[in-house]
């Protein structure tokens, strides 16, 4: 076993700490059947990583899926490895699971923590997020029910996934006036090509209220790993047409070039350079990343332990301009 000694980052006020990467559990049940995500995971452990991520709905597109796979075999993985309390698990609520069942009212949100805790097979959740605003259910709603799942030791913080910036400092203020819980983690898209939306106007609200910020599509759907350069190359996998479409232009192909450049430094690949840049920019927790076979694993523990100096960065900030 290679538990190397990561740093461990605060996550918000929360008073938890985790790893400076999250692994992405919509994988597991989709592209990654019970067998090879438990490797994964135990992979990801056994490197000293502490940070799993979910949600209810994963992997309800797959077909033949309903949702709440991912979270029935981490369940399985935890209670076979006895590992829970190493692990800081994250899922979220939100997604439909079926006519009726979704959104943030308290009546959903009481019966879907108690459908989540059974499939991941343990009596609490470290951190329960919101998966998508719900602005048909009022704040003080939401957060009340949050405040007696954490009151019954249900849950142990709470985050919002997707939430815009007003919303989001609106929920804050809540909180604020009101002394139910707060969000201390927020969930944005954000990668070195898609960087606008989070740093525009959500990144100065989560550093002022000292939230954790732990971003998804951190390798924007696998075109920072490189892998796609040319048209021909959307078909090297079922969503290659989608990401050639959205990344490879201009912009895109500067942004490769950058991350071959600072690779080459570093005897490092693309996709490990992407992330540790992540890693690196100031108020940003823990990205989060997937890996569907365990050879890619290799990837994301190496880009854990990146250095990037300022001229790496510089370079990369350059090209990804927006």
Known sequence: MDRRQLEQRPLGRSGLTVSPLCFGGNVFGWTADE????RLLDAFVDAGFNFVDTADVYSAWAPGNQGGESE???GKWMKSRGNRDRIILATKVGSEMGPGKKGLSPAWIR???EDSLKRL???RIDLYQSHWDDPATPFEDTLGAYKELIDQGKVRAIGASNLTAPRLREALEVSARTGLPRYETLQPEYNLYSREGYEAELEGIC???GLGVINYYSLAAGFLTGKYRSAEDAGKSARGNGVVSKYLNERGRAILAALDEVAGRHGATPGQVAIAWLIARPGLTAPIASASKPEQMGDL????TLRL???DIGRLDRASAY
């Open 121 to 123: 097979q343990t009596d």
């Open 35 to 38: 067998a090879t995500s438990f």
């Open 207 to 209: 550093r002022e209220n």
């Open 111 to 113: 019966t879907a923590v």
């Open 72 to 74: 029935t075999i981490i």
């Open 301 to 304: 523990i190496a880009a854990a």
């Open 309 to 311: 100096d300022a001229e």
